[in-house]
C-alpha cells in the first residue's frame, strides 16, 4: 500500500483529558461551561505535543485555577462522534479536595460559570449520557483500584 494511502486511513483522534475531584462526602466536582447548556469535568482538549496529564494539570490550573496533584489515570475513552471524528478521551484521579483547596477554587471567567460537588447518582440531571458514563465507570475504577479502557463510556463487548 502507497505510504500516502496508508496514512489517510490513520486515525488522528482529538484528546481531550479531565480530572475527578471529591469532597468529603464523596461526592463530584462537575463545572458548568459558559458555552454549553451541560456540565462538564473540569479539563479540556490535549494541545498538540503535550500528554494527556499535562494537558489535564494545564485546564484545572486554568478552570480552576488550583495546582493540586493530579493522581493515576482511572479511565481510557474511546468515544468517536459523527460530527467530530474519532475522540480518545482520559480521566484521572484529582483526589480528595480539602474544605480550604475547593475555597481557593477561582473560576476562568470566560469559561466557567460554576463549580459544584453533586452525588454520583445525581450525574444524568448534569451531564450528557456518554459522559455520565465515563464519570461512573471512573468513580468505579477509582474505589477497585484499577484503570478501565471504555468504548462510548461502556466495556467494550467480548
Same mark, same amino acid.
Given at each position: 500500500?502507497?505510504?500516502?494511502?496508508?496514512?489517510?486511513?490513520?486515525?488522528?483522534?482529538?484528546m481531550?483529558?479531565?480530572?475527578?475531584?471529591?469532597?468529603?462526602? #464523596?461526592?463530584? *466536582?462537575?463545572?458548568?461551561?459558559?458555552?454549553? !447548556?451541560?456540565?462538564?469535568?473540569?479539563?479540556? +482538549? /490535549?494541545?498538540? $505535543?503535550?500528554?494527556?496529564?499535562?494537558?489535564?494539570?494545564?485546564?484545572?490550573?486554568?478552570?480552576?485555577?488550583?495546582?493540586?496533584?493530579? #493522581?493515576?489515570? *482511572?479511565?481510557?475513552?474511546?468515544?468517536?462522534? !459523527?460530527?467530530e471524528?474519532?475522540?480518545?478521551? +482520559? /480521566?484521572?484521579? $484529582?483526589?480528595?479536595?480539602?474544605?480550604?483547596?475547593?475555597?481557593?477554587?477561582?473560576?476562568?471567567p470566560?469559561?466557567?460559570?460554576?463549580?459544584?460537588?453533586?452525588?454520583?447518582?445525581?450525574?444524568?440531571?448534569?451531564?450528557?449520557?456518554?459522559?455520565?458514563?465515563?464519570?461512573?465507570?471512573?468513580?468505579?475504577?477509582?474505589?477497585?483500584?484499577?484503570?478501565?479502557?471504555?468504548?462510548?463510556?461502556?466495556?467494550?463487548?467480548?
Amino acid at each position: 500500500m502507497p505510504e500516502n494511502e496508508h496514512e489517510q486511513r490513520m486515525a488522528r483522534p482529538r484528546m481531550a483529558a479531565g480530572a475527578l475531584f471529591f469532597d468529603a462526602q #464523596g461526592r463530584v *466536582l462537575l463545572v458548568r461551561p459558559s458555552y454549553k !447548556p451541560m456540565w462538564e469535568i473540569p479539563g479540556g +482538549y /490535549v494541545e498538540t $505535543g503535550e500528554s494527556p496529564l499535562a494537558a489535564c494539570r494545564r485546564e484545572v490550573q486554568e478552570e480552576l485555577g488550583i495546582t493540586p496533584p493530579i #493522581g493515576p489515570l *482511572l479511565v481510557t475513552d474511546w468515544a468517536p462522534l !459523527p460530527a467530530e471524528g474519532d475522540k480518545v478521551l +482520559y /480521566v484521572f484521579d $484529582g483526589g480528595d479536595l480539602s474544605p480550604d483547596a475547593a475555597a481557593s477554587i477561582k473560576l476562568a471567567p470566560d469559561e466557567l460559570l460554576a463549580a459544584e460537588f453533586h452525588p454520583v447518582e445525581d450525574l444524568d440531571q448534569f451531564l450528557i449520557p456518554r459522559l455520565a458514563r465515563r464519570v461512573r465507570r471512573a468513580v468505579s475504577a477509582r474505589a477497585d483500584g484499577h484503570h478501565d479502557y471504555l468504548e462510548h463510556g461502556e466495556p467494550p463487548a467480548a
